[in-house]
């Protein structure tokens, strides 16, 4: 097994574990800031509540459904933060249980950006912001993630 590529692939991990657990932390202290739990002078929150109070205001959306799409969103950023630090922790090569942890939390991170790219279309988001674009770098990232995972051999040809 060449440990230089077991390196690499689990500090791409370690980067998407860290990634997603700074996601839902923000989203978590911004759904609090929403609740009037923190203060709106809070810096370490991630504005997204809001910001998906206007996205989706095309529709007049009410806002519990809004909250209720936030908070299924936090949920699924702390899942794939959570099973992107057992891919890490647990990876030694692609082959066996590590690669099945792996697969779960890829499927997870590429899952909520392929359904942010989807509300995104739906909300008509791209007529007033460039999350959409963020959002299929964050995809694309991912997918290329996966692929570098997956594909390059835990050992050397030989």
């Given at each position: 097994?060449?440990r ?7 500090i ?8 997603f657990s700074?996601?839902?932390?923000t989203?978590?202290a911004?759904g ?14 991630s ?5 998906m109070?206007?996205v989706?205001g ?7 459904v ?16 959570f099973?992107?630090w057992?891919a ?7 082959d066996?249980p590590s ?5 779960t ?10 359904a942010?790219?989807v509300a ?10 460039d ?6 770098r964050?995809?694309?990232?991912q ?5 570098v995972v997956?594909?390059?051999p835990d050992?050397?040809?030989?």
């Open positions: 097994m060449s230089g590529v077991v390196l690499i692939k689990r791409i991990l370690l980067f998407w574990a860290l990634f700074l996601v839902f932390v989203d978590v911004d609090l800031t929403a609740m009037g739990a923190l203060s709106p002078d809070f810096i370490f929150a504005a997204n509540y809001g910001f109070l206007e989706t095309i529709y007049g959306t009410p806002a519990w809004v909250t209720l799409l936030f908070t299924g969103v936090v949920v699924w950023a702390g899942a794939a933060a099973m992107f057992r890490f922790a647990g990876f030694a090569a692609w066996g690669g099945r942890l792996v697969e939390a890829f499927a997870l991170g590429i899952g909520l950006w392929a942010f790219l995104d279309e739906f909300f008509l988001a791209y007529l007033t912001t999350v959409s674009s963020v959002h299929l964050l995809f694309i990232a997918i290329a993630s996966l692929l997956a594909l390059v050992r050397d040809a030989g």
